[in-house]
């Protein structure tokens, strides 16, 4: 029976995803070694039992490897790097890319015979830290099973869905559902507000109602009182809706309402309103509608804490 300090675990990426991620395998007593580009930002994981590393080739002996970077051109490039000199048994990589990329990916990995899941995630740091993240995997079965227990360590679990890139699929399907939804969310609560109504009292009755979501409710202190800390950019977010875009020309799908989204993000983009949350989009949504808009300074429950 395998237990959570059976495995030398690496991680590679310290960003707001990964740190989290991290965070709560070492805080589960895992035998983790941390690396991060920039270094400091990966250092207070120390206090919480993690080993943050110099060099990424130190993290090559590692039993199970996690990635969790930003773009494929990122991931490629670290694990270059990482696999400069030695060999993890496995690599699970969590940021969210391309099929294409994991395709690559999971040739190259072959080819040196490392064991390779695609396992994206869905959830915020906020939501990692409320133990609710969860992850979507494929590749060979037998590697799930090894990497599961750590994989439920980090939040709710995870959903394995065959062999392959098909978590990709899915995680792509899953982002560009999270653009279309906050726009049509900033659409109404812009057209709620015009209206006349509070922002805080039209989400409360949406949260409460059958269209209300964990995701609706956690967006909600972000619409009513305009706090934009980022939690996902909004170039990560075009990013994803630029990979929904090419699988659906790939598969010949039509996607509207992700070209429309994708147009209006990028319209967001060149206004130069790229270093807030992606739920600015409430923003220029208001700016378009001649409206004033202003925090509310009302308390709001996240739903999470
Ligand atoms: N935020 C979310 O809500 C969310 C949810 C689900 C999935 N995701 C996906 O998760 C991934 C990470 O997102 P995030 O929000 O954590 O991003 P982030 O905060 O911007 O962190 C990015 C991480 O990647 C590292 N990195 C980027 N380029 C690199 C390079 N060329 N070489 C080495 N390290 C590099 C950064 O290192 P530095 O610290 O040195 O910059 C940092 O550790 C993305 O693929 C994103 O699409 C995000």
Redesign the pocket.
Known sequence: MQTHTDQKLGW????????AMAERLAKGGCDLAVW???RE?ALPLEKSGARVVNQLEELSTSDILFV????F??VK??LGRALGKGKPKMVVE????SLEGSAELRALLQSKGIEYLAA??????KVIKAGKLTFVVSGPRSAYETAKPYLDMMGTGSSYVGEGELSRIA?ICH?VMLGVVIQNLCEITVLAEKAGMPRHAFLEFLNKSVMGSMFTRYKTPALVNLDFHV???PK?LR??LDLGLDAGRHFGVPMPLTSITRDLLQQMIGRGMTEEDFSTLLVMQAQNSDLDIKPENVQVSDGLS
């Open positions: 590679i990426g310290a960003g707001r995803m990964g740190y991060n580009r920039t930002k969790m970077v930003s773009t051109d990122d490039q670290v969590c940021s969210s890319i994206p995630v869905s959830g915020n740091a995680k982002n939690t996902f950019t990560l990013k994803d």
